[in-house]
């Protein structure tokens, strides 16, 4: 099983932008898909991004589509989320999960877990 520690995260203007990692370790990574959820103060963690474990398929929220992009290095075991034109709404703790097969959408598809980093984004 992989552990997962995410960072990147920060405080950034409104129209800006944040790459976010996902350093995994184990030597099984490029087995497992990939995928980031956030929660935001006071609202349900949300889905927001996954990728296969090829990194040939991904799947994105509505709310992020055309402004984020999940890639994934399986030499680094690294998977990223570059985060650009952020909004005010995008403010949440991000989280990088990880599950053996195919891209899931939803949270309890994944039984591994970051600790989540903070991406505040100012008005």
């Known amino acids: 099983q992989v552990q997962l520690v995410e960072s990147g995260g920060g405080l950034v203007q409104a129209g800006g932008s944040l790459r976010l990692s996902c350093a995994a370790s184990g030597r099984t990574f490029s087995s497992y898909a990939m995928g980031w959820f956030r929660q935001a103060p006071g609202k349900e963690r949300e889905f927001v991004a996954t990728i296969s474990w090829s990194g040939g398929l991904t799947s994105y929220a509505d709310s992020v589509k055309g402004r984020f992009t999940i890639s994934r290095d399986n030499a680094e075991n690294t998977v990223y989320l570059q985060m650009s034109s952020l909004k005010p709404e995008d403010t949440a703790v991000y989280y990088c999960?990880?599950?053996?097969?195919?891209?899931?959408?939803?949270?309890?598809?994944?039984?591994?877990w970051g600790q989540g980093t903070q991406v505040t984004v100012s008005s």
């Open positions: 999960a990880a599950r053996r097969g195919v891209i899931r959408t939803l949270q309890s598809d994944y039984n591994t």
